[in-house]
């Protein structure tokens, strides 16, 4: 029998776009999404740090069985880097553990071009990977010594929007990656400075992308100030970001956002997912709701290959209404779930 999964109304079961701003964990720019749609049942698809903002894709209710595939998108991310100390956090707000003379321009150019395609990194110390079963980022708090083994990763694209100097020298650097999942931002900086002959840290760091996803798209988004140099390092001097919190008026315009732009997944939606939308026959609906066997003859006859199919049902509506998830290995279907309450 498949996983069945509450559909206790439209909105709850849906795909929502949310801003985060600096200073909140990942975990807290929830409670918007759950307040404006009633649900407890909400869950991000990549945590960002703390002192980081920009795009958190958000799935509620029954879509949170799709958040792992969202997370395996690749993303896009804007970055301050700060160069000259090093933080065990690699961020600003962890203590200092390495110092080195900033780089050339030339220098780190250089090593910034050398940072695309498949390479190897390690995440930081300070992250939410498990080693032997317990949190990287714990153990770290504790003083234990982690060494997070090194992991494949792809820099699909990179480039430099601007440089900062101090006394002919590379101060900061804003600095925009396109990455695969699993990239951390903050070591491929400590990396870029190591090779140019450095020490750094991310001052800022913006989420602007996941997969098709685009944080202009987002709720709050206008909340966000311009992301640049100045702006972040100026932030960081007078210490008030991190402690900004929204207003009454802000959370309520969030809120009311939430509500208008929310997104129930839909055929257009699915494809955005990289899953194949599959169509129900009439006749074979209440068969797969009661979750008998899965056979070519219940549904239309579709062109796409996939291996992930949405599957959606005509009912009395314009739309076609999504009935759960289903996977294909060779000529043999299997039900991933099934949404409840729609038959």
């Excluded at 553990?97 to 150019?109: I, K, M, N």
């Excluded at 900062?164 to 990239?183: M, N, P, Q, R, W």
Aim: net charge neutral; glycine share 8%; with cysteine.
């Amino acid at each position: 029998m498949p996983k069945t999964i509450e559909n206790t109304a439209s909105p709850v079961s849906s795909l929502v776009l949310l801003a985060k701003r600096p200073g909140k964990t990942s975990f807290s720019s929830l409670f918007s999404v759950k307040h404006s749609l009633a649900t407890k049942k909400v869950g991000h698809t990549g945590t960002l740090d703390s002192f980081a903002e920009g795009l958190l894709v958000v799935c509620t209710g029954g879509l949170t069985r799709i958040a792992s595939r969202i997370t395996a998108f690749d993303k896009e991310y804007e970055a301050i880097i700060a160069f000259g100390s090093e933080t065990d956090t690699l961020d600003p707000y962890g203590e200092v553990v390495r110092s080195a003379p900033l780089p050339t321009v030339e220098a780190f150019v250089e090593a910034f071009e050398v940072f695309r395609g498949e390479l190897m990194q390690r995440p930081p110390a300070f992250s939410a990977l498990h080693i032997d079963g317990k949190r990287s980022s714990d153990l770290a708090r504790k003083g234990v010594a982690v060494e997070v083994p090194e992991r494949k990763i792809s820099v699909f694209s990179s480039s430099l929007k601007e440089i900062k100097e101090k006394d002919g020298l590379v101060e900061y650097a804003h600095v925009i990656f396109h990455v695969s999942k699993g990239t951390y931002i903050r070591s491929l900086a400590r990396d870029i400075a190591v090779s140019c002959g450095s020490a750094s840290h991310l001052a800022g760091l913006l989420r602007t992308k996941v997969g098709s996803f685009r944080l202009e798209d987002a709720a709050g988004c206008s909340l966000l100030k311009p992301f640049s140099i100045e702006r972040v390092v100026s932030a960081l001097k007078s210490a008030v970001e991190g402690e900004i919190t929204k207003s009454e008026t802000d959370e309520e315009s969030v809120q009311a956002e939430i509500r208008q732009k929310i997104r129930s997944m839909t055929p257009s939606l699915a494809l955005e997912c990289g899953f194949t939308p599959l169509y129900l026959r009439k006749e074979y609906v209440e068969h797969f709701f009661h979750g008998k066997a899965l056979s070519e003859k219940l549904f239309q006859p579709c062109d796409s290959l996939g291996k992930e199919y949405a599957v959606f049902f005509h009912d009395q509506v314009e739309e076609p209404v999504f009935a759960g998830m289903i996977e294909k290995s060779g000529k043999f279907y299997k039900y991933g779930f099934v949404m409840s309450g729609l038959f």
